[in-house]
């Protein structure tokens, strides 16, 4: 009897200290896929289809100080004729009915900053194979942009919700609370500056989404479904002993677009000028160890 309640005090013990600690009762060794994220001002500008972007005549653009970043969806794809979610997706983000129709939900997004970690999972959850190609259904990214008000430059922060569809409450952008309680598809955004804030809805279909293996590949339209191509693919062999680093380095060259108004290139929200673009503008995968 006494042997008895040896056994159940110490499996007690066990179960106490496991619930303390999620990673106590897993394998410390186990390799792990690691996703990371970047932010690059100096990446190439991409337009829809991958290929070199210039700013339209009479609109200006500027390259955001993007503070952190939510994906809703990371998928690997063997090659370029790999449809979207035929591949192997490593994440799938929280979505809800909350507001009528399927969306993102907002409340419970993962987010990461600029050389941050995004996601760790264990290796042993992803399948063995050679995958050429990476899918990122962006779905937020909030940053610090300058504009022009009263002949003054000042900095505010920008909220642009680019997912196909978004269920928010309220959020915080840099102490104002933004209070939404409903849907929103993609191309809403939030402003503050100097304690004061907007918000707004770019034009549909104008967000843009480079995807270079469109005509092979395509994706929905307004989703963010940003594509881009491992230099050396990746390989995942199931018999991994060390960590898998995968940083996502998306291009915010000049990615916050506007049409001018005033030929200044300084963005004037007073003088009417309107946002149209916050997508960012390619995707560069790089894998190490």
Request: aromatic fraction near 8%; glycine fraction near 8%.
């Amino acid at each position: 009897m006494k042997t008895l309640n040896l056994i159940l005090l110490f499996t007690v013990v066990i179960l106490t200290s496991c619930s303390d600690n999620t990673d106590c009762c897993s394998n410390p060794d186990q390799a792990q896929l690691i996703i990371k994220l970047k932010f690059d001002p100096n990446q190439a500008r991409l337009n829809n289809l991958g290929q070199p972007s210039t700013i339209p005549v009479g609109h200006a653009a500027q390259s955001p100080v993007v503070n952190r970043m939510s994906a809703n969806y990371i998928e690997f794809a063997p090659n370029a004729t790999t449809l979207l979610g035929e591949g192997e997706i490593v994440f799938n983000g929280s979505e809800t009915n909350a507001g009528g129709s399927n969306a993102i939900d907002f409340q419970n997004a993962v987010f990461a900053g600029n050389n941050e970690t995004f996601l760790t999972i264990p290796l042993s959850q992803v399948a063995s194979g050679n995958y050429e190609w990476v899918r990122v259904s962006l779905a937020y990214q909030e940053g610090n942009i300058s504009l022009r008000v009263n002949g003054n430059d000042i900095t505010g922060t920008l909220a642009s919700f680019v997912g196909y569809n978004t269920y928010i409450t309220d959020f915080d952008l840099n102490g104002s609370t933004i209070a939404v309680n409903a849907n929103r598809l993609q191309g809403f955004w939030a402003f503050e500056a100097l304690g004061f804030t907007t918000q707004g809805q770019a034009p549909e279909g104008s967000t843009t989404v480079p995807n270079p293996i469109f005509n092979s590949s395509p994706i929905p339209q307004g989703s963010c479904v940003v594509t881009g191509k491992f230099e050396n693919g990746l390989t995942i062999t199931g018999n991994e002993t060390e960590d898998v680093v995968v940083t996502l380095s998306f291009s915010i060259n000049n990615s916050f677009e506007w049409t001018e108004v005033n030929s200044d290139g300084k963005y004037e929200p007073a003088a009417g000028e309107q946002v149209v673009d916050m997508g960012l503008r390619g995707l560069i995968p790089v894998v190490s160890n």
